[in-house]
């Protein structure tokens, strides 16, 4: 059973630049969530995709932006990159979000950094 | 005001003792509730949901209280494996992590 993958693992872009990132949910799972995790905090929810909408969203600027294919899988797009835009970017897939939220599982992570 | 937040830590406990961690949440309309952990440099797993009535889980024991918007996690017996950051989350319209409580067992 194929858990939760991310692709890049690591990457390095420059101020001003825009960058994708992939996440392909877990076996079954239909909804994506993604997150940015700085040095020493805890995850900070961006947003949540469910049947190619995004259904939720957190405290993120316009700069941040998704999508989501019929197959579930699901893209994470990031404009005028900034500094402060490097971190660890969690995706997460689960089941039934209509009830409040089911258990999230997690992929590794692509780690961004902006220089 | 955080919409969730949990004892700062660092946590330095031998093996066998027992740790208490805790967390309060803001939003009283929140729906469900987790504990996660999480390695160095790793993603976070699951480590167990949290019910109003209260769960076990082996060593591990969670409490909510709703009235309170309180969470709780004991973990009894620690091992050296359980070194880890503890993360308390709370979802209401997306999951809302805390910071983390950082826990070191030490033989």
């Known amino acids: 059973d194929a858990g939760v993958t991310q692709s890049p693992t690591h990457l390095i872009k420059t101020r001003g630049q825009q960058v994708t990132l992939r996440c392909s949910p877990k076996?079954?799972?239909?909804?994506v969530s993604w997150y940015q995790q700085a040095l020493g905090q805890g995850p900070q929810f961006i947003f949540q995709y469910y049947e190619e909408e995004e259904r939720q969203r957190g405290n993120f600027p316009d700069r941040f932006s998704g999508h989501q294919f019929p197959n579930y899988s699901s893209e994470l797009n990031v404009n005028a990159l900034l500094l402060g835009d490097s971190a660890l970017y969690l995706c997460?897939?689960?089941?039934?979000?209509?009830?409040?939220?089911?258990?999230?599982?997690f992929g590794p992570g692509t780690r961004l950094t902006v220089t | 005001r955080k919409e969730v937040e949990q004892d700062p830590g660092p946590f330095n406990v031998p093996e066998g003792a027992t740790v208490a961690f805790n967390c309060t949440y803001s939003n009283s309309a929140s729906q469900s509730f987790f504990w996660y952990r999480q390695d160095c440099r790793k993603e976070p797993k699951l480590l167990m949901s949290?019910?109003?009535s209260g769960n076990e889980d082996g060593r591990f024991t969670a409490q909510l209280n709703r009235a309170s918007q309180y969470i709780s996690l004991l973990i009894r017996d620690s091992k050296l494996s359980d070194s880890a950051t503890y993360l308390c989350v709370v979802n209401k319209k997306g999951m809302r992590f805390g910071a983390g409580t950082r826990l070191t067992v030490k033989p």
């Open positions: 949290v019910y109003s």
């Open positions: 997460a897939s689960s089941l039934d979000p209509g009830a409040g939220g089911g258990e999230q599982y």
């Open positions: 076996s079954g799972h239909d909804t």
